[in-house]
T-cell receptor, first 114, second 111 residues
Framework: AQTVTQSQPEMSVQEAETVTLSCTYD???????LFWYKQPPSRQMILVIR??????QNATENRFSVNFQKAAKSFSLKISDSQLGDAAMYFC???????????FGTGTSLTVIP | SQTIHQWPATLVQPVGSPLSLECTVE??????LYWYRQAAGRGLQLLFY??????ISSEVPQNLSASRPQDRQFILSSKKLLLSDSGFYLC??????????FGSGTRLTVV
């Protein structure tokens, strides 16, 4: 079964600094998708960024970028110029190309220090 | 554009009472629909998913059930709530590689 592991239950970062959240996954598939979701205190789940496994180029969305290492099955999220509004729980997720189900990690709680 | 509606936002129910949470999607047809539960301070647990009307897959045996009476409607139910059913319930739909779009969630407290 596919598993997604987030080994950092909590992280903190100084405002305007950069932080990297880790995620590893286990799969025997070669074609799949990876996602990072943000859950602020409102608990609304928001898609931050996604990566298609067949693409070698790392995805970027403004201050958010990923480091996708397919061979190592690693998918980390880098947040640059951290802002107070970035404080949230972040979930890494995996989905097979032909699958219906998403597999989520247990989340990393990010605190941004003013 | 596609939108997803989930209600109610907050619910307090006594043990043994029934439950009905509703989720509807607009702006798309034949979506894959999902119900997740998130216990306090924990990750998301997939409860049910549906790929079409009347088609329900259950991931976790429990006190809950789901139904999909219409293409864009997904309902989570229980005949008799347990204390352990308390949590935050999220509905989501998937339109492919864009990932999930989540509803705003329902905070259920069973007392």
């Amino acid at each position: 079964a596919q598993t997604v592991t987030q080994s950092q239950p909590e992280m903190s970062v100084q405002e305007a600094e950069t932080v990297t959240l880790s995620c590893t996954y286990d799969t025997s598939e070669s074609d799949y998708y990876l996602f990072w979701y943000k859950q602020p205190p409102s608990r609304q789940m928001i898609l931050v960024i996604r990566q298609e496994a067949y693409k070698q180029q790392n995805a970027t969305e403004n201050r958010f970028s990923v480091n996708f290492q397919k061979a190592a099955k690693s998918f980390s999220l880098k947040i640059s110029d951290s802002q107070l509004g970035d404080a949230a729980m972040y979930f890494c997720a995996y989905r097979e190309n032909t699958g219906n189900q998403f597999y989520f990690g247990t989340g990393t709680s990010l605190t941004v220090i003013p | 554009s596609q939108t997803i509606h989930q209600w109610p936002a907050t619910l307090v129910q006594p043990v043994g009472s029934p439950l009905s949470l509703e989720c509807t999607v607009e702006g798309t047809s034949n979506p894959n629909l999902y119900w997740y539960r998130q216990a306090a301070g924990r990750g998301l647990q997939l409860l049910f998913y549906s790929v079409g009307i009347g088609q329900i897959s259950s991931e976790v045996p429990q006190n809950l059930s789901a139904s999909r009476p219409q293409d864009r409607q997904f309902i989570l139910s229980s005949k008799k709530l347990l204390l352990s059913d308390s949590g935050f319930y999220l509905c989501a739909w998937s339109g492919g590689a864009i990932g999930y779009t989540f509803g705003s969630g329902t905070r259920l407290t069973v007392v």
